[in-house]
């Protein structure tokens, strides 16, 4: 018997910080470096899980996030590394998985009003 065959798929939604060190090597430095000390930069992906509950896709995420947290070079020599900072949504995924189908919703609100429409 195929016990996944009860289990949904949910969409996952990871936050993730790109942190890089070090100093670049300068005889590598080219026109598409860009360094700003001050800036911060973050990833929002989704991961499709398919398990039992949504607690368990949250941790599998969570799971499967940090363990893509591996250091590597940059091509300017630096090291960098995508930390996982949180699960910060997770839905059960109600369409059928093919073209077309909605993975993942999210609805914004805003107190500013557009007079001309």
């Known amino acids: 018997m195929n016990k996944k065959k009860n289990w949904d798929f949910y969409a996952v939604k990871i936050i993730k910080q790109i942190v890089t060190e070090g100093e670049p090597d300068s005889s590598l430095v080219d026109e598409f470096y860009f360094m700003d000390n001050e800036e ?67 609805l914004y609100h805003t107190n500013t009003i557009d007079k001309e429409n």
């Open 40 to 106: 911060q930069v973050f990833e929002e992906s989704i991961m499709l899980v398919r398990v039992q509950s949504i607690n368990h896709a949250c941790k599998i995420a969570e799971t499967k996030a940090k363990e893509q947290e591996e250091p590597y070079e940059n091509k300017y020599g630096e090291q960098v590394i995508w930390r996982f900072l949180r699960v910060a949504d997770c839905q059960m995924i109600f369409d059928e998985l093919k073209t077309g189908a909605e993975v993942y919703s999210c």
